[in-house]
């Protein structure tokens, strides 16, 4: 199934949006249940006469006894309506004042709680020391609506204050975090339906761009994986197809009697097995090298040595070919840790290489020299060289500078690279340059 990029991001913002309102909605339940629960909560102190505020009237009896010394004439300061539902107790418990007056049958008697069916209590202090209590009297029909007023309303406005301040903050945060999770999740679900070419625009916070750009080097590795994977079938199947199809050819000649069954109608037959058997054996030690799955000997190797050894191998091709093969080695080289086995792979398949490229009468020099911590083997031609387009090619799988050339001159393309994934798995490197005046000059380099 097809997936409509645009449909899915929408969906996915879509998706996390509701996640991030769900979390809103979650906080201001909360916020309202706290509220709530502390209104609630003042109402029950407030009918047991435990709601902690302080009367009004505290201080002017406070002021009071301490001017005089004791409660006599108190009831000059009982003026006003406020003080119809007070009344004012000694520090015995002994009523001194009832409603503002001091000729009621209460006053001179102990209180009881009784008296109000709701009421708050304040403690009367006088330099540290208890003199009285206030006891305020409240209508139980109108207090838990002047709690709700004076607790419930200020709080009600900064809630919608916090609730305009929490929406732009969703809106700066979706802008911020979920629009651009929101691309990274389609372009991964896009990747994953095989849509490689996705990618996403780097945005967001320094995380957020971080993880955008390793998922767009993570598309581009696994793009250009699966183009190697589909030209690497396409080579295999066109270096596979020619000799398959001489061998079809002279073995179907053979049957119908076009040729007869000697050694010499044999004889190519044969020669196309051996090229198909180097080259399933080179895609298989590619494949292997690629995969760190060789194995490597590693020893202690003097590359001068082995230089020596591989142009001893193809001396007889190149003094055929009329090409001279000469051998630079510096004094005193330093052994490198290396698969001496490996290695040789590695030079002969530069000197197979450079062999086949330089005309008759050219020259093949090799030189090997102590270079940066390690030695370096260099394997220099004047041959026609590479186009400088064609360098960063040259160690690709199936590559071959001249395509118009036979399959004897140009080879399956696969030497180079073999050698570069053989000196890079010992720690090494490899590279190539053309020569100036002409020629081409690959060298490798091992550490020491």
């Given at each position: 199934m097809t997936l409509?990029?645009?449909n ?13 309102v769900?979390a809103?909605?979650a906080?201001v339940?909360l916020?309202v249940a706290?509220?709530l629960g502390?209104f609630f ?6 009918s047991r006469g435990e709601f902690?505020?302080e ?8 002021g009071?006894?301490?001017g ?8 000059v300061l009982?003026?006003?309506e406020r003080?119809?539902?007070?009344i004012v107790l ?5 009523v001194?004042?009832d409603?503002?007056?001091?000729d009621?049958?209460?006053v001179g008697?102990?209180y009881?709680d009784?008296?109000f069916?709701?009421?708050v209590?304040?403690p009367?202090e ?5 003199i009285?209590?206030v006891?305020v009297?409240?209508?139980d ?7 709700f007023?004076?607790l419930?309303?200020p709080?009600?406005?900064?809630s919608?204050?916090?609730a305009?301040l929490t929406v732009?903050?969703g809106?700066l945060?979706?802008q911020?975090f979920?629009?651009p ?15 490689l070419s ?7 916070t320094?995380?957020l ?8 080097h993570m598309?581009?590795a696994l793009?250009?994986s699966?183009r190697e994977?589909?030209n690497l079938?396409a080579?295999v199947?066109?270096e596979?197809?020619t000799?398959l199809?001489?061998?079809r050819g002279?073995l ?15 004889a190519?037959v044969l ?8 080259l399933v ?11 760190r799955?060789?194995?490597?000997d590693?020893q202690p190797v003097?590359l001068s040595?082995l230089?020596e050894r591989?142009l ?5 091709e190149a003094?055929?070919?009329n ?10 080289l330093?052994?490198?840790?290396a698969?001496?086995?490996r290695v040789?792979q590695?030079l002969g398949n ?6 086949k ?5 050219g020259?093949?020099r090799?030189?090997?020299e102590?270079k940066?911590?390690?030695?370096e083997?260099?394997v220099?031609?004047?041959?026609p060289g590479v186009p400088?387009?064609d360098?960063p090619?040259l160690f690709d ?6 395509k ?5 001159s ?5 030497g ?5 994934q ?5 720690d090494?490197t490899i590279?190539a340059?053309?020569v100036?005046g ?6 490798f380099?091992?550490?020491?």
């Open positions: 409509n990029p645009k899915s991001v929408r969906q996915i913002r879509a998706r996390l949006l509701r996640v991030l769900a809103f909605i906080i339940l916020i706290i509220l502390t909560y003042s109402i029950n102190n407030l902690d505020i009367a009004p009237q505290v201080r002017a009896l406070e009071y006894y301490l005089r010394g004791n409660w006599q004439g108190v009831e009982a003026t006003g003080w119809q539902d007070t000694d520090a015995n418990g002994i001194i004042l409603g503002g007056r001091i009621t049958p209460r008697q102990l009881t009784t008296t069916p709701l009421q209590q304040a009367l006088v330099q540290g020391q208890f009285g209590t006891v009297g409240i209508d029909r109108i207090a838990p609506l002047e709690v007023v004076v419930l309303v709080v009600g406005i900064v919608v204050f916090l305009l732009l903050i809106v945060f979706a911020r979920v629009n999770l929101a691309d990274v999740i389609a372009a991964s679900q896009a990747v994953a339906s095989g849509d996705a990618r996403v625009a780097a945005r967001g320094s995380d761009r971080a993880l955008m750009d390793s998922f767009n598309a581009d793009e250009q699966d994977r589909r079938l080579d199947a066109h596979l197809r000799p199809t001489v061998m002279k179907e000649g053979i049957v119908d009697g076009v040729y007869p069954a000697t050694e010499s109608a044999i190519p020669e196309e097995t051996y090229t198909l058997e180097r054996e080179d895609l298989r030690t590619l494949t292997l090298a690629e995969t799955q060789l194995h490597f590693i003097i040595g230089a591989a001893s191998l193809f001396a007889a003094q055929e070919k090409i001279a093969l000469t051998l630079e080695a510096a004094p005193g330093p052994t490198v840790q698969d001496p086995q040789s590695v530069l000197l197979a290489n450079a062999l490229y330089v005309p008759a009468n020259q093949v090799v030189t090997v102590p940066a911590g390690g030695v083997v260099a220099v031609d004047n041959g400088e387009a360098l090619h799988r199936f590559w071959r500078g001249e118009s050339r036979a399959r004897a140009g080879g399956a393309g696969l180079l690279a073999i050698a570069r053989l000196i890079e798995a010992q090494g590279t340059a053309n100036p002409g020629g081409l000059r690959v060298a380099w091992l550490p020491v």
